[in-house]
């Protein structure tokens, strides 16, 4: 069985990625980065690990790392999956992909000829009820699906202390949003038409963010199948049992499901079986293993196991490039309807004005 060895750069959530790869048959963590010294000891301490640097291109340079990780900060990883690929490297790269659909079709002809993969690391497709509801579908259980019904709800308020949610370029639909924007695009991955809106809170506006904290976008696809998404990140929240943050519902002419986040709990029912609620609970500790449920990890090793059995057949681990790219292109035909007061947007016709191909 190969081992992949791996170099992360970026030690916020790039922590998850340190613990996933050391708890990982598959993987050999070989080298961490981040600008911050004192962030790099934290990490070193915290994990006896002791090869770090605070100079990204160490890690481009070491011919010992098949795979870089990039958890830098939302508007740097266009070009640091730049640089990894023109290292050689393949990368995986936490959510969002890119800021920015600006120069995407260069990234991806970069990684095409590259030969690398890019694997965007959408971590909540890899959540234990995530994973049972995508097994389910892949089964046919649901029948004819009619709707798919995302959110990502949560009092965000902590974040607007962060710098760079201040920077140009941070979104709460970028950063946050994405999470169920990706679901909606993982069952509907066909052409879709976009309308919505959204709006700016004091709140937020206090902060210096102008960035919209509150969003509802409905979504069509060619069959006439009907998404929702739906994101709100400073107001009060509910609390889990009211409201686990990213859910997704699937509704089908044979069945129906629920997969909800924190509460890691599963709902069904299919034709035939009645209502069943499946709890996950004895999973808590795999997926979130630091303090407050900060961090989470499961996800990750997940999903850089899937990974590593792609790379093991020469597959494209996805979502790929080319998908991040689409989901990126999604949120920003969201952003346009939101911008012409709900006006209808198509995916297809933001990918031609970057001259994307579809
Ligand atoms: N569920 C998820 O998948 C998930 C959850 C949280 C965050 N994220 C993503 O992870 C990324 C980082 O978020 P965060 O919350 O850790 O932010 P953070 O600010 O806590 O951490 C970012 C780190 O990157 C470092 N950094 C900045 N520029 C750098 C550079 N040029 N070279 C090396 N290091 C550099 C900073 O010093 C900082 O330690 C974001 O893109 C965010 O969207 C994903």
Redesign the pocket.
């Known amino acids: 069985m190969t081992t992949y060895r791996l170099g992360v750069?970026?030690?916020?959530?790039?922590r998850s990625i340190m613990s996933a790869a050391l708890a990982s048959d598959r993987w050999q963590l070989h080298a961490i980065?981040?600008?911050?010294e004192d962030?790099c000891r934290e990490r070193a301490e915290e994990f006896g690990f002791a090869r770090w640097t605070?100079r990204?291109s160490e890690l481009l340079e070491d011919p010992e790392i098949d795979v870089i990780a990039i958890?830098?900060?939302?508007q740097?990883?266009h070009e640091?999956v730049r640089l990894a690929l023109e290292a050689g490297k393949h990368v995986v790269c936490?959510?969002?992909l890119l800021v920015s659909l600006e120069g995407a079709e260069e990234l991806i002809r970069l990684a095409e000829r590259s030969g690398k993969h890019v694997f965007v690391?959408q971590?909540?497709r890899f959540f234990e009820p995530m994973l049972h509801q995508r097994r389910d579908f892949e089964a046919g259980r649901h029948g004819e699906l009619q709707t798919v019904e995302a959110h990502y709800i949560t009092d965000g308020r902590w974040f607007l202390e962060?710098g760079?949610s201040r920077q140009q370029g941070f979104s709460w639909m970028y950063?946050f949003m994405i999470?169920a924007a990706d679901l909606v695009r993982w069952y509907m991955p066909g052409e879709l038409e976009v309308t919505g809106y959204g709006q700016c809170s004091s709140t937020s506006r206090d902060y210096g963010v102008e960035a919209w904290d509150s969003m509802r976008f409905v979504v069509r696809d060619e069959v006439g199948r009907i998404g929702t998404i739906a994101g709100s990140y400073t107001m009060p929240g509910l609390g889990r049992d009211a409201e686990p943050s990213i859910g997704c519902t699937l509704r089908g002419t044979q069945g129906s499901s629920r997969a909800e986040y924190l509460n890691l709990t599963y709902h069904t029912h299919f034709s035939g079986e009645g209502k069943r609620r499946q709890d996950f609970a004895d999973k808590h500790g795999y997926y979130f293993r630091f303090e407050g449920e900060s961090h989470?990890a499961g996800?990750y090793q997940n999903y850089i196991e899937y990974f590593a059995q792609c790379l093991d057949r020469g597959a494209a681990p996805l979502p790929d490039i080319r998908e991040g790219v689409t989901t990126i292109a999604l949120l920003e035909a969201m952003r346009r309807s939101a911008d012409r007061g709900g006006e209808r947007v198509r995916v297809s016709e933001v990918l031609k004005d970057y001259g994307i191909d579809g």
């Open positions: 750069v970026g030690l916020g959530e790039g980065c981040d600008l911050n962030v605070t990204y958890y830098t900060p939302d740097l990883h640091h936490t959510k969002p690391g971590s909540s962060r760079w950063n999470h989470h996800e």
